[in-house]
């Protein structure tokens, strides 16, 4: 199966209702490529097409590729292109209550701590996402509020529309090699 395909027959689908079969064609599986995930180069490849054909209709099928993004580098060493595209464009949907997923997604490992960036966090806006975490009183919440309030102050969201523009840009064409 083609990504194109994948993509074509998960929009197909009810969000609710996406068939095992098609699912595990972007699982997370570990083996012993130099990938490490059996599944890796398709989920790129998914990415990819979503990226040119990005809807809002999309929003479950990248939180399910991020949750195998987070999976697959939970055992990965380093951080590969594919987990930052997954949470560009989950963050490009804006939706305030991702955050939690792609505050996971950023304290994977130190890596991803480094790698994955804190502009993904705020795809809904600054104000909106830190008034939703001073609601949720639990430690993650915190942490990400905290994180984010000190990004803010060293002014790492100035300018956030070019940013996710120059973001954009730089996945067009991107591929696993």
């Known amino acids: 199966m083609q990504a194109e ?15 095992p079969q098609l699912l595990q064609l972007v699982t997370y599986k570990d083996d012993d490529t130099e990938e ?12 990819g097409e979503l990226q040119k054909t990005l809807s ?4 479950s099928l990248l939180r399910f590729l991020l949750e195998q993004e987070i999976a ?8 590969f292109e594919s987990i930052r595209l997954c949470g560009f464009l989950l963050s490009v949907l804006a939706h305030v209550d991702d955050v ?16 994955f960036d804190v502009q993904f966090l705020v795809g809904a806006g600054v ?3 830190l008034s939703y975490l001073q609601a ?8 990400a509020m905290t994180y984010i309030e000190e990004s803010q ?16 840009k730089s996945f067009v064409g991107w591929t696993l090699e």
């Open 5 to 19: 395909e994948f993509v074509r027959e998960v929009r197909n689908a009810q969000q609710e209702f996406l068939s």
């Open 36 to 47: 490490g995930d059996q599944h890796a180069r398709f989920r790129v490849a998914v990415l």
């Open 56 to 59: 809002p209709g999309d929003r």
């Open 72 to 79: 697959y580098h939970e055992s990965a060493w380093g951080i």
């Open 100 to 115: 939690r997923l792609l505050w996971e997604a950023k304290t994977t490992s130190f890596d991803t701590m480094c790698g």
């Open 127 to 129: 104000a909106p996402t």
């Open 136 to 143: 949720i009183q639990k430690e993650w919440a915190q942490d």
């Open 153 to 168: 102050a060293a002014g790492d969201f100035r300018n956030l529309e070019r940013y996710r523009e120059e973001t954009q």
